[in-house]
């Protein structure tokens, strides 16, 4: 029911900035919460960040935390994840996800998008 769309994705350098978008459809997107996971090359799927529904609470990995932004805009169905400081240790898959569920690292998200790429060269 519910469809997710990334977009934003790409090849950045090591040190720069990016911002990811993910549109939702279907469903009710300001009763659920967001969240962005990311798998890397030979990895499994970890998480990344969360945003309770009106965006009132956030909560980040420590690998990223200090360095991204997540943000939402119910008027718009929309999940954003900005980065900056970029590392090459940040290249990935990037997946949204939501959930009428909180959610958690260890937990699985109800909805998912197809991913973007974002590949940080050195």
């Known amino acids: 029911q519910v469809q997710l769309v990334e977009s934003g994705g790409g090849l950045v350098q090591a040190g720069g900035s990016l911002r990811l978008s993910c549109v939702a459809s279907?469903?009710?997107?300001?009763?659920?919460?967001g969240a962005w996971f990311r798998q890397a090359p030979g990895q499994e799927r970890e998480f990344v960040a969360t945003?309770?529904?009106?965006?009132?609470?956030?909560y980040y990995a420590n690998s990223v935390k200090g360095r991204s932004t997540i943000s939402r805009d119910n008027a718009k169905n929309t999940l954003y994840l900005q980065m900056s400081s970029l590392k090459p240790e940040d290249t990935g898959v990037y997946y949204c996800?939501?959930?009428?569920?909180?959610?958690?690292?260890?937990?699985?998200?109800?909805?998912w998008g197809q991913g973007t790429q974002v590949t940080v060269s050195s």
């Open positions: 996800a939501t959930s009428p569920y909180e959610i958690r690292p260890g937990m699985s998200p109800d909805y």
């Open positions: 279907g469903g009710t997107f300001s009763s659920d919460n």
């Open positions: 945003i309770s529904r009106q965006g009132f609470r956030t």
